[in-house]
T-cell receptor, first 112, second 116 residues
Framework: SQQGEEDPQALSIQEGENATMNCSYK?????LQWYRQNSGRGLVHLIL?????REKHSGRLRVTLDTSKKSSSLLITASRAADTASYFC????????????FGGGTRLMVKP | GAVVSQHPSRVICKSGTSVKIECRSL??????MFWYRQFPKKSLMLMAT?????????EQGVEKDKFLINHASLTLSTLTVTSAHPEDSSFYIC????????????FGPGTRLTVT
């Protein structure tokens, strides 16, 4: 079931700018994951951050996690037109095995 | 990386017919597979969780007699939409995980179902 919210729902920026997306969740988690989805396609796993981690980097991606505020952010630096996609956070709760609960997603448009 | 495939990628069927969608893990054994439904410009809604060899666990509001899920092997799960209606038209996505405690899910490319 849907429990997370993402902010903003849509974001339009110029190539080279940074894009920041935020995600909030409601229950305690074991981990939080970020996924990317190109229009009409499946999801691609970007990064996983565990509940005992505060920040994680992968290439141009930087993810933060604040468990006290039940929120996470995804920063894409030096964006490219190819980064245009929808980005979803998904939380993995403590007591439900591998089940993920997805946020509403942010549609990112990077203009060349 | 782990690869999950879905077949078919697109299907158009007439109202009242049944449609089967396959989800396969190509290079790993999937102990758990998940089925999601996604409406246009919306997020993924989990429909059900299936573990190999056992009955699927359906999310609240999902009709188990309408969306039949079979996970007969560690590499294959199927979703059958029975007596399809136009409102069942959607994008259906499966995902799979391997070892217990390994939290990353690998997603299939999705199946676009259109019921006319």
């Amino acid at each position: 079931s849907q429990q997370g919210e993402e902010d903003p729902q849509a974001l339009s920026i110029q190539e080279g700018e940074n894009a920041t997306m935020n995600c909030s969740y409601k229950t305690s988690i074991n981990n939080l994951q970020w996924y990317r989805q190109n229009s009409g396609r499946g999801l691609v796993h970007l990064i996983l951050i565990r509940s005992n981690e505060r920040e994680k980097h992968s290439g141009r991606l930087r993810v933060t996690l604040d468990t006290s505020k039940k929120s996470s952010s995804l920063l894409i630096t030096a964006s490219r037109a190819a980064d245009t996609a929808s980005y979803f956070c998904a939380s993995g709760p403590n007591n439900a095995g591998n089940m993920l609960t997805f946020g509403g997603g942010t549609r990112l448009m990077v203009k060349p | 990386g782990a690869v999950v495939s879905q077949h078919p990628s697109r299907v158009i069927c007439k109202s009242g017919t049944s449609v089967k969608i396959e989800c396969r893990s190509l290079d790993f054994q999937a102990t758990t597979m998940f089925w999601y439904r996604q409406f246009p410009k919306k997020s993924l809604m989990l429909m059900a969780t299936s573990n190999e060899g056992s009955k699927a666990t359906y999310e609240q509001g999902v009709e188990k007699d309408k969306f039949l899920i079979n996970h007969a092997s560690l590499t294959l799960s199927t979703l059958t939409v029975t007596s399809a209606h136009p409102e069942d038209s959607s994008f259906y996505i499966c995902s799979a995980t391997g070892l217990a405690g390994f939290y990353e899910q690998y997603f299939g490319p999705g199946t676009r179902l259109t019921v006319t």
